[in-house]
């Protein structure tokens, strides 16, 4: 295997330090950069690391110092805005740089959940009904939008903003949690109906070729009956809770090999459609009926290991190492400029 000099480029807050305790690790927001920091340093490579803030002189500064073979793009957002992600992955490519994970294309168009689903329609891709409530704009619920809905913020991830509370069954609720997502999270919302069923993910690897991994489920454990199964910030995050209610995420079992193949070929579609490249995963709910709706695409989701695209890889055969390797190897053969014509 060919030794690689890598830049690893994540923001300045989340640079993991040289040693850590396992139970550190497990509860520390880094836990994804030391993960990949540290498998990239066992595979052999020549590692330096680059934390971000809020300007791209560092790039270009690291790059003439470094001259990477390769950027290992950690960011999921740059000066405090997600959107702004793509503008770093533009700037490498100007630059010449190649770099791992999706195109700036794909990031614009899978981190805004109304386009993604309005291409998705387009192409006939089911996903649930929505609508969008900007900033600013009275809170009217158009008719076609049938109760309940859960509302979210239109382009933050990570299930910043979903608790219990964001699913609403009328006009008064519908309005107040807008409200509280242009002033607590800071951005449009967007409200679709809400699936009742199981709630699946699908980690893809690939730029033209696609390896479509096995389809995990978030399992709720010993969540009240009551409650709605829902990807809240508390269930994806807080391991405490987890640990508590049993939640965990593993290989859904006990649905038809038939819906199986459909999710994933289904996924396949999504990721061509939005122009993804690098890896992703796609979220999805499968309704009591069998029918899967898609709910997002996620470019540069979490890939720590042990997270549920790093699990679904290894049920796949590729080991966390093989993974991240993967990853340096396909953004190696991006070509930008070539895949345009």
Request: hydrophobic share 40%; with cysteine; net charge neutral.
């Amino acid at each position: 295997m060919r030794k690689l000099r890598v830049l690893a480029i994540t923001h300045e807050s989340l640079v993991p330090p040289a040693e850590a305790t396992e139970d550190e690790i497990e509860k520390a927001p880094w836990k994804m950069d030391y993960d990949v920091l540290k498998t990239l340093n066992e595979l052999g490579h020549d590692v330096k690391t680059l934390g971000m803030s809020n300007e791209l002189a560092p790039i270009r500064e690291a790059i003439e110092e470094f001259d990477p073979h390769i950027a290992f793009n950690l960011l999921d957002e740059f000066d405090g805005e997600i959107l702004f992600d793509q503008n770093v992955v533009s700037y490498l490519e100007l630059l010449g740089v190649p770099y791992t994970g999706c195109n700036p294309r794909g990031l614009i168009l899978g981190r805004d959940k109304a386009l993604s689903k309005k291409l998705l329609l387009y192409h006939r891709i089911p996903v649930p009904d929505f609508a969008v409530f900007r900033r600013g704009i009275r809170v009217r619920k158009p008719k076609r939008l049938a109760y309940p809905v859960i509302v979210k913020s239109l382009i933050e991830q990570a299930s910043a903003g979903i608790s219990q509370a964001s699913i609403v069954s009328s006009d008064e609720a519908l309005a107040e949690r807008v409200r509280f997502v242009h002033s607590k999270i800071g951005t449009d919302a967007i409200a679709e109906s809400f699936i009742k069923g199981r709630e699946l993910y699908v980690g893809i690897l690939g730029n033209k070729r696609l390896q479509v991994f096995p389809v995990w489920e978030l399992l709720f454990g010993n969540m009240a009956e009551n409650a709605p199964r829902i990807a809240t910030a508390k269930v994806k995050f807080d391991i405490e809770y987890q640990k508590q209610q049993e939640i965990m995420s593993a290989e859904a079992e006990g649905i038809p090999e038939e819906t199986l193949k459909q999710i994933q070929k289904l996924c396949k579609r999504v990721y061509r459609v939005l122009d993804l490249n690098g890896y992703a995963r796609i979220d999805l709910r499968l309704r009591e009926d069998g029918k899967p709706f898609v709910l997002e695409a996620n470019p540069n989701p979490q890939i720590a290991w042990r997270d549920e695209f790093a699990e679904s890889a290894e049920k796949a055969g590729l080991s966390y190492p093989e993974l991240i390797q993967r990853m340096l190897n396909l953004g190696l053969r991006w070509q930008p400029r070539r895949s345009r014509s």
